[in-house]
């Protein structure tokens, strides 16, 4: 008997270590890329166009606005990662590194540890990119920003384009660069030439890059206000639908199959479109990396969504429509890298 009870014990003993490694080999984990939509703290800052969004603005935005918009960003963050909150989130269209503490710090991401790299940019209405990470699985060890100088216009002020280099979960290396790049505003052919320096920006940095890290593991994610098959990204940047396996060092665009989906990353009357998109060096996506079972997707949760009663279908739930205020999220809807991790 006592042989029985010492067998036993021995076998239950050993079922919490196989359990927790089954569960390793299954756990799926998130890259996430979200246009938070004027995701601005409350402070009036005299160097930049913000005064929209200030308590006496036209907006009248205020500290329970803003804290209200922090609380549903990362109600979304969370909810894309399901029950394992993404590894790091590019970001954009946020003002302040006191609006990127409050959204970590202040909201339920504090249970996840989040760290932040932000600088500001010169940016006239002051908003830029800035990269989110769980410091327990992300390790970044170098940043640089990027800026966007126009040859021909020596007073043009953008987004600077982020690169954050990291090691994941003690693994590979991974090189992330985050893209808000110049709007449509002002009218597309008026503002197209902006888009392709700002692909050019992206495509030097890149190939820089490579000369010192030849199979640099990259993601290039953003806000690039343009569409898998437009100028800047298919020709210029030279991001391809699929990859060739003949030859190595190419970017691979994974949003292109978004483009047939009755649902997008943004709504423009009618139409919806792809703006936000994921993009990665073919290294990245070589068998015999411990990340598998890639695949990137929009994050059209139905509570990011509302009926659209102008053009029909729907919507993304913005925090205004127009001046009026409403408890809404953004105009554009996140997108999401998801994979597993092998461990060998």
Same mark, same amino acid.
């Given at each position: 008997?006592? /042989? *029985?009870?010492?067998?036993?014990?021995?076998?239950?003993?050993?079922?919490?270590?196989?359990?927790?490694? &089954?569960?390793? %080999?299954?756990?799926?984990?998130?890259?996430?890329?979200?246009?938070?939509?004027?995701?601005?703290?409350?402070?009036?800052?005299?160097?930049?166009?913000?005064?929209?969004?200030?308590?006496?603005?036209?907006?009248?935005?205020? $500290?329970?606005?803003?804290?209200?918009? &922090?609380?549903?960003? &990362?109600?979304?963050?969370?909810?894309?990662?399901?029950?394992?909150?993404?590894?790091?989130?590019?970001?954009?269209?946020?003002?302040?590194?006191?609006?990127?503490?409050?959204?970590?710090?202040?909201?339920?991401?504090?249970?996840?540890?989040?760290? =932040?790299?932000?600088?500001?940019? !010169?940016?006239?209405?002051?908003?830029?990119?800035?990269?989110?990470?769980?410091?327990?699985?992300?390790?970044?060890?170098? $940043?640089?920003?990027? !800026?966007?100088?126009?040859? %021909?216009? /020596?007073?043009?002020?953008?987004?600077?384009?982020?690169?954050?280099?990291?090691?994941?979960?003690?693994?590979?290396? *991974?090189?992330?660069?985050?893209?808000?790049?110049?709007?449509?505003?002002?009218?597309?052919?008026?503002?197209?030439?902006?888009?392709?320096?700002?692909?050019?920006?992206?495509?030097?940095? =890149?190939?820089?890059?490579?000369?010192?890290? +030849?199979?640099?593991?990259? *993601?290039?994610?953003?806000?690039?206000?343009?569409? +898998? @098959?437009?100028?800047? %990204?298919?020709?210029?940047?030279?991001?391809?639908?699929?990859?060739? !396996? #003949? *030859?190595?060092? @190419?970017?691979?665009?994974?949003?292109?199959?978004?483009?047939?989906?009755?649902?997008?990353?943004?709504?423009?009357?009618?139409?919806?479109?792809?703006?936000?998109?994921?993009?990665?060096?073919?290294?990245?996506?070589?068998?015999?990396?411990?990340?598998?079972?890639?695949?990137?997707?929009?994050?059209?949760?139905?509570?990011?969504?509302?009926?659209?009663?102008?053009?029909?279908?729907?919507?993304?739930?913005?925090?205004?429509?127009?001046?009026? $205020?409403? #408890?809404?999220?953004?105009?554009?809807?996140?997108?999401?890298?998801?994979?597993?991790?092998?461990?060998?």
């Amino acid at each position: 008997m006592r /042989h *029985i009870v010492l067998v036993l014990l021995i076998l239950f003993s050993n079922v919490p270590k196989c359990f927790s490694q &089954a569960n390793k %080999l299954s756990d799926e984990f998130t890259f996430m890329f979200y246009n938070t939509e004027n995701f601005f703290d409350c402070e009036n800052d005299s160097l930049t166009q913000d005064d929209e969004f200030t308590p006496d603005g036209a907006r009248r935005w205020n $500290y329970s606005r803003f804290y209200n918009k &922090a609380d549903r960003l &990362a109600k979304v963050i969370l909810a894309a990662g399901k029950w394992n909150a993404p590894i790091f989130v590019g970001l954009c269209e946020v003002e302040s590194q006191q609006a990127l503490e409050v959204l970590v710090k202040q909201t339920p991401l504090n249970k996840f540890n989040y760290k =932040i790299v932000h600088k500001d940019s !010169p940016d006239e209405r002051g908003i830029d990119v800035a990269f989110i990470y769980r410091s327990e699985l992300f390790k970044p060890f170098d $940043y640089k920003d990027i !800026p966007l100088i126009d040859p %021909l216009n /020596h007073e043009f002020k953008s987004r600077d384009i982020l690169r954050v280099s990291g090691i994941l979960n003690n693994g590979d290396t *991974i090189h992330v660069f985050v893209n808000h790049w110049p709007s449509r505003y002002g009218g597309m052919m008026e503002t197209v030439r902006l888009r392709g320096l700002a692909a050019k920006t992206l495509k030097t940095s =890149i190939q820089e890059f490579f000369t010192e890290y +030849p199979k640099a593991k990259i *993601i290039c994610m953003g806000d690039f206000n343009d569409t +898998p @098959e437009d100028e800047s %990204l298919s020709r210029i940047l030279n991001a391809l639908k699929s990859d060739d !396996p #003949d *030859i190595k060092g @190419e970017l691979i665009n994974l949003s292109f199959g978004w483009m047939t989906k009755q649902v997008q990353t943004l709504k423009n009357m009618y139409s919806w479109q792809v703006f936000d998109q994921l993009i990665v060096s073919d290294y990245f996506l070589e068998s015999g990396s411990f990340m598998t079972a890639i695949k990137a997707e929009i994050f059209d949760a139905a509570f990011l969504l509302e009926p659209d009663k102008k053009y029909g279908g729907v919507k993304p739930k913005r925090t205004y429509v127009g001046f009026k $205020y409403q #408890d809404g999220f953004s105009d554009h809807l996140p997108v999401l890298l998801k994979f597993q991790l092998s461990y060998h």
